[in-house]
């Protein structure tokens, strides 16, 4: 039996819940339970008419069944029925049921509604409120249908009780909640904000937060509040502890409207009016200045409603952050916090000091207490509190203190709950990454924290270190010296062999001459984990291996034996079997220079925002990262990889980044986004595109060496054209085309912004060239257009159609490529270029860029074989001083043989063996197509060796045709 | 504030009170993972932890733990005072409350969170006034009851009757 039955006891209910607590078992509850249904189900059927305090008990026992856990699936009308009772306590019991047991049955509602309506106008306040409890606890779209528009007149009403008042405020603010749409201030605005100065203290206590709620949404309609609040909180504040009777709490004045009201003024900047600004910042200097008073009572209440006061007042003043001295004496007494005996104040001291670091006028003072803080984070013995500790170092931490935090959070990394392991290590990496002076430091701490947190260091985390290591050359030998030293442990984990196998993969070389990590003990290091490893990263080593062919030639045997093996070339794994077997045959067939250009270092990655930080931003969710960072990362910025872009984008890591599924995301799959090859493809299909190009480019491939492979290299020439190159360069030829007078395909253009790839074929008088656009940045290029122009009389002399099929698309997305085909008809012999000019939008700003492109006579030869008797006998018939062309210069290029047959073939011209009785010459013969006619052209090559001199003969039918070939050919050698 | 709970150490709900709106199933799993949360923690912790995107606020008195979930702007302190009033209020009108009180009086348990706090927000912090408005509330019906056995057979007609709403 209860101790207390004070009012109405209702002795059956009791009776009721006393089985239902001596039942032994569950099941014994729930047989109880079923026969109190079946009875209350029972009565409420039955013809005799229940009185009201019956009806009251059944509908009491089943709110009571209820909130054990049982469903209850009748009674509901019951319930209405006593709302309309006019005994108070079978009301009250109505009402309750409603509350807690919502019916979304319409003629139910229409009931529940009426019955609200009727006692919020029987003008008894008592009745009033309970209606107003009901709408507040129920909140439904209905209620506020019904009710929005009433209890604004209620709650403004002059003649309206004061319970009533508070009851109404908070009943609209739960409707405000659910159905904004349908409350409705306007006209009753100013009435609501004057509650603030009510008499009653209940009533602005209860209006406050409505008032709080409706200037966040609405700032400007209630942005008087700012003085009205300002006011009250000084008269509080002012106040002795015994002025405002029942509304202090343990010798603290009104502790919770207090809180309020400064929770209230954080919805608005500080107050304009220097009075209202000043009596404010006079009433946070006493809260502050109350808080160091000894305490008026040794109980826990009072300094808890104290130091909430506090709390709320530092929170004020971090938003408004803009007094230095407020901002500093708030860190200072927050630090007496971080050792008071209370764990709940060292909790909120932390939590609190956090949102102080971010501000730089109290960086400094919360600076002070690192080693308050280091030691919570080691000795606190609740994780929570830990965890704040740990939320702190990483706020609080810039360049003088980045290495001693770091070396903090990794030694408690080890022992660290596994719930906060992850967001720890997010939280190193980025700490290691910002403040990173000397980049071996860097290396070292996310080794380390491989090494002790491996399951927990995310894809970014080890990506990230790559990207950093790529990009910085200083500490490329320092990283692989020291993943090779970690690889040494026996037992490593595996984001290490990941690390290391591209680190070495990449810059095992610099690591080679020391005979303890030769290639060969690299390489078995390596591969002695491999079996333990998952499929991608399987992939990973396999292609680090392919890498280590091309670093080590001596390797290439022991490796390519690896290859072959049944479990690599014959794996079940998809990807991993297409690895072996491409990398097997690309190290067989493809000569060293090419090798050295498909498995070519890295370059560069473009600085993007760290992918580590976007994670922990996604992981606490918006606005959770602390805001240092971010204004950190403006101020010390890109400091890291300094070097901005550089080189050209190989979209390696943000193709990784969005964590594709497929694990071609490494070493080789990264070289997909390479100049010629379209959408990013997989390493294999990039093989496949160096072969194709190499088959008709050149039918030997051996020769080919200048030719295609100068196209995977990042092209050094061109780099000095900038987007600002708003004219081509006037010499005859600029530096790229000049490159193009032997061969049809490469890269034509490449700056920050755009790569432009061509790729061009010829037959007779007609030409087709493909040009590839591609986009290197992560920012669409808009209103992009393409224009092809032929200066001058060249004009007549060739037909270029820009008739791309279709024009370009106006938009380039980022790290996308387009393709445009350029149909060229060669009229009649011509020397000028034709003009290439791009234009698009690249954030903002316009980018104007003006090419020649590389279309020359030379291109539409047609190689002639013929007999050393032929030769000379037209050789002779060209005898006419015009026909003849003759230069003599100086060697630029290598004089070696094949290199120079192979120019010679690019050329377009047959190459005659046994013509020139002295076999150190080079003749070739060709015809020029054009569409009026043909011209017959002749050519010899003289290199004299010793003086690295040439001799250039050109004879040809047309006079124009001499000059102009003796002036390309001439740059070619 | 979301919503309270009121739980034994044996985990067994008392009150649970919600602000906002949520399906019995959602109320259901919430209760049941907060309960073994906080039954998990040990005496000394600190009276706050996250928990999903809420804080938690919650405090042991006797066998009964109250638990508060607020939102992130929230204050934590205060909120504990909340709690601490609360059970001041249950302890003066029940007379030094135990758990048994909030178990065959649970009805009177919401009235007088009714009271204090509505739509999850204080509406009245003092004391006396809300122990005067539930008072009030008892007089009512023990007036009523009174009168019944005055006057056998006659029912009080109308709520604005004056001898019904007596003012105390």
Known sequence: ?973 | MQFMLLFSRQGKLRLQKWYVPLSDKEKKKITRELVQTVLARKPKMCSFLEWRDLKVVYKRYASLYFCCAIEHQDNELITLEIIHRYVELLDKYFGSVCELDIIFNFEKAYFILDEFLLGGEPQETSKKTVLKAIEQADLLQENVDFQMRLFAGTVCESPNNPRCSVEH
């Open chain 1, 1 to 973: 039996m209860p101790a207390v039955s004070k009012g109405d006891g209702m002795r059956g209910l009791a009776v009721f819940i006393s089985d239902i607590r001596n039942c032994k078992s569950k099941e014994a509850e729930i047989k109880r339970i079923n026969k109190e249904l079946a009875n209350i189900r029972s009565k409420f059927k039955g013809d005799k008419a229940l009185d009201g305090y019956s009806k009251k008990k059944y509908v009491c026992k089943l709110l009571f069944i209820f909130l054990l856990g049982h469903d209850i699936d009748f009674g509901h009308m019951e319930a209405v029925n006593l709302l309309s009772s006019n005994k108070y306590t079978e009301k009250q019991i109505g009402y309750l049921f409603i509350s807690v047991l919502v019916n979304s049955n319409s003629e139910l509602i229409r009931l529940i509604n009426n019955a609200i309506k009727n006692d919020l106008s029987s003008r008894n306040p008592t009745f009033m409120c309970l209606a107003l409890h009901c709408i507040a606890n129920v909140g439904s779209r209905e209620m506020a249908e019904a009710f929005a528009s009433e209890i604004p007149r209620i709650l403004v009403a002059g003649d309206t009780m004061d319970s009533v008042k508070q009851s109404a405020a908070l009943c609209l603010l739960r409707l405000y909640k659910t159905s904004p749409d349908l409350v409705l201030m306007g006209e009753w605005t100013s009435r609501v904000v004057h509650l603030l100065n009510d008499q009653h203290m209940g009533v602005v206590t209860a209006a406050i937060s409505l008032i709080t709620c409706l200037s966040q949404k609405n700032p400007d309609e209630f942005k008087t509040c700012v003085s009205l609040a300002v006011s009250r909180l000084s008269r509080i504040v002012s106040s002795a502890s015994t002025d405002l009777q029942d509304y202090t709490y343990y010798f603290v004045p009104a502790p919770w409207l207090s809180c309020k009201l400064l929770r209230l003024l954080q919805c608005y900047p500080p107050p304009e009016d220097g009075a209202v600004k000043g009596r404010l910042v006079e009433c946070l200097e006493t809260i502050l200045n109350k808080a160091q008073e000894p305490p008026k009572s040794k109980k826990v209440q009072h300094s808890n409603a104290k130091n909430a006061i506090l709390f709320e007042a530092i929170s004020l003043i971090i938003h408004y952050d803009s007094e230095p001295n407020l901002l500093v004496r708030a860190c200072n007494q927050l630090g007496q916090f971080l050792q008071h005996r209370e764990t709940n104040l060292r909790y909120l001291a932390l939590e609190s000091m956090c949102t102080l670091a971010s501000s730089e006028f109290s960086h400094e003072a919360v600076k002070t207490h690192i080693e308050t803080v280091i030691n919570a984070l080691k000795t606190e013995r609740d994780v929570s509190v830990r965890q704040r500790a740990a939320d702190l170092l990483y706020a609080m931490c810039d360049r003088s203190n980045a290495k001693q935090i770091v070396a903090e959070m990794l030694s408690y990394l080890e022992t660290a709950d596994y719930s906060i392991r992850e967001e720890m290590v997010l939280k190193v990496a980025i700490l290691a990454e910002k403040y990173a002076v000397d980049y071996s430091w860097y290396v070292d701490t996310i080794l380390n924290l491989i090494r002790i947190a491996g399951d927990y260091v995310s894809e970014e985390v080890w990506y990230r270190v790559i990207q950093i290591v790529i990009n910085r050359d200083d500490v490329q030998g320092y990283a692989a010296k020291t993943v090779f030293e970690a690889l040494q442990a026996p037992a490593c984990h595996e984001n290490m062999v990941k690390v290391g196998g591209y680190i070495l993969g990449e810059f095992g070389n610099l690591i080679a001459g020391d005979p303890r990590s030769s290639p060969l003990v690299q390489f078995n290091l390596l591969h002695s984990k491999f079996h333990l490893c998952s499929v991608p990263t399987r992939a990973l080593l396999l292609s680090a291996y392919i890498k280590f062919i091309n670093l080590f030639p001596e390797t290439k045997a022991t490796i390519q034996e690896v290859l072959r093996c049944d479990s690599q070339i014959r794996n079940s794994d998809v990807e991993l079997q297409q690895r072996a077997v491409e990398y097997l045959k690309l190290s067989s067939i493809a000569s060293t220079d090419v090798l050295a250009t498909v498995l070519e270092e890295m370059p560069p990655f473009p600085e993007r925002e760290s992918s580590i930080l976007a994670k922990l931003k996604k992981k606490k969710g918006p606005g959770a990262v602390s805001v240092p960072d971010l204004e950190d990362g403006k101020r010390e910025g890109g400091e890291l990889n300094g070097g901005g872009e550089r080189g050209p984008d190989s979209a390696a890591m943000s193709a990784s980044n969005a964590s594709t599924p497929s694990p071609s995301a490494d070493l080789l799959g990264m070289r997909s986004a390479a100049p010629m090859s379209a959408a990013p493809t997989s390493a294999g299909s990039l093989l496949v595109d160096v072969f194709s190009e190499a088959g008709p480019a050149a039918p030997s491939a051996a020769v080919n060496d200048d030719g295609f492979l100068r196209d995977l290299e990042p092209p050094t020439e061109t780099s000095g054209l900038s987007s600002e190159l708003q004219t081509p360069v006037d010499s005859p030829f600029n530096a790229s085309s000049r490159r193009f007078v032997c061969k049809n395909n490469g890269v034509l253009f490449e700056n920050q912004l755009l790569q432009i790839g061509i790729k061009s074929e010829y037959r007779q008088n007609l030409g087709r060239m493909y040009l590839f656009y591609g986009n290197k940045t992560s920012v669409q290029f808009a209103s992009f257009t393409t224009t092809v122009s032929c200066p001058g009389e060249l004009q007549s002399h060739i037909l270029s159609i820009l008739r791309a099929t279709k024009p370009v698309e106006p938009v380039v997305e980022g790290g996308a490529q387009i393709q445009q085909v350029l149909n060229i008809e060669c009229l009649t012999d011509f020397s000028e270029a034709p003009l290439l000019n791009i234009k698009f939008r690249y954030g903002g700003a316009l980018q104007n860029l003006s090419l020649k492109l590389p279309v020359t006579i030379n291109k539409f030869f047609q190689p002639t074989e013929m007999t050393s008797h032929d030769f000379f006998q037209r050789w002779k018939q060209l005898s006419q001083p015009q026909q003849e062309a003759q230069k003599i210069f100086k060697a630029n290029h290598s004089m070696d043989t094949e290199v120079l047959k192979a120019k010679l073939l690019g050329l377009g011209t047959a190459l005659l063996d046994d013509v020139d009785p002295n076999p150190e010459n080079y003749v070739c013969a060709g015809v020029i197509q054009t569409k009026g006619q043909q011209v017959g052209c002749l050519l010899r090559l003289e290199p004299n060796g010793q003086a690295q001199m040439y001799r250039l003969t050109l004879r040809c039918s047309k006079d124009s045709v001499s000059l102009r070939l003796c002036e390309l050919l001439a740059q070619q050698f």
